[in-house]
């Protein structure tokens, strides 16, 4: 014998079956869930879903009644109507009509589906919310056109029940969704890092070895060339020096971002890492005819990786010299202030504009068409972060830009 419990457990199993059939997309569960209530609880059934990512199901005995059902309930309040479904959302109840005429719903049903409803009618409805908590995702509704009895309290509250469960196994399959793409995109994510890492190594090691022939090069035949064939080899050096940068910029951005990058760290003094970076750009600075004055004399104490803080001054002043033109004065002074060293680099150049102020950090920001690949400054501003410092630009009253290096200072590290 067929009792409320047993018919209750058969209706939540076959709501669980139509979500996970094969293939299941949210709009032919609610068709198969629209079905299945059709035949329990009248003629036709609908289930809505309306938001960002809007889904129906609709379903009547009469198969040429279905677009009737959608078109009566599956539309929300628009201007000149209040729709049922969207005074269901809106409110979060539900409505029972009880041997009501086309006349009486007809405020409530949207102009198109009108003359439908004229024709066929319906003398009983239920609509109830699809709601999680906090939220209603969409409406679940019920009609009689040809059965004459009216919807019951009971039958309502039964329909309720389906309606939180149908939500609660829609918000379950979409956040299962959203996890399986999270994954992928971590997958994704994961492989891309990965070959950066794998490439950049691979590239490393015959750059090695040209910069080596190239200084060698340079040793043997001091003197001996000409002065086309010294320019060919001092543009091959600032070439090859360019590309290791840039893929230093690379690898260190992409362990930063997969949270690997680990700090040499060490007690040392900041003038002697200006120095070096300094003597690695100085080519390029000639080249231009550029002038670089290091202004300091006290010692600069600190602690960080000289490796990558060499990184972040080289960054610096390549783009310095990259976006100032030929004659650019160029002065590095620094100090300490209480529990921090203070670097400032700063030029008399044609300064920054308001909006380059900070998107000059952004990540594969270009200035202009001939830039480098837009990692230099993401890149020093990122690994002087991870010393604990900070990293922003300004313009100076008397005109170019200033560039502005916090680190704490060496008897404040633990």
Known sequence: MTTPDTSRLHLLAAIDEA????DTTTETALAAIARVLAHHFGDGCGAYIFGEADAAGSWHHDATLSPFVHATFGALSRPG?????????RTGTPIRLTHTTPEEVRPFIAPHALPALVRHGFHSAVLVPLRVPGRTLGVLTAL???????????????????????????TTMNLAKLTRHAQRLAERDRIHRESIAT????????????????????????GQLG????????????????????????????????????????PLDLRTIIAEAARMVQPLFQEKR??????????????????????????????????TPPGTRVIISGETAGAEIRLLLRDNGPGLSPQDLEQIFQRHH??????GSGLGLATARALVTQHGGRLWADNAISGGANFHLVLPAAAQQQ
């Open 19 to 22: 979500f996970v059939a094969v």
């Open 81 to 89: 109507y209040d729709g049922l479904s969207g005074r269901v959302m």
């Open 144 to 170: 009689r056109d040809r059965t004459p009895m009216g919807y019951t309290v009971a039958e309502q509250a039964l329909l309720q029940e389906l309606a939180d469960y149908v939500a609660l196994t829609v």
């Open 199 to 222: 490439v950049s190594h691979d590239l490393r090691t015959p750059l090695a070895a040209v910069q080596i022939a190239l200084g060698l090069l340079a040793d043997t035949t001091a």
């Open 227 to 266: 002065p086309d064939a010294a320019e060919l080899l001092g543009t091959a050096r600032r070439s090859t020096q360019r590309l290791v940068t840039m893929i230093e910029d690379l690898l260190a951005m992409n362990q930063i971002d997969a949270g690997i990058l680990e700090l040499n760290v060490t």
């Open 290 to 323: 550029q002038e670089l004055f290091l202004a300091f004399s006290a010692p600069l104490p600190t602690r960080g990786d000289a490796r990558r803080l060499e990184q972040v001054l080289t960054n610096l002043l390549a783009n310095a010299h990259r976006h």
């Open 366 to 371: 270009r200035r202009d068409a001939g830039g």
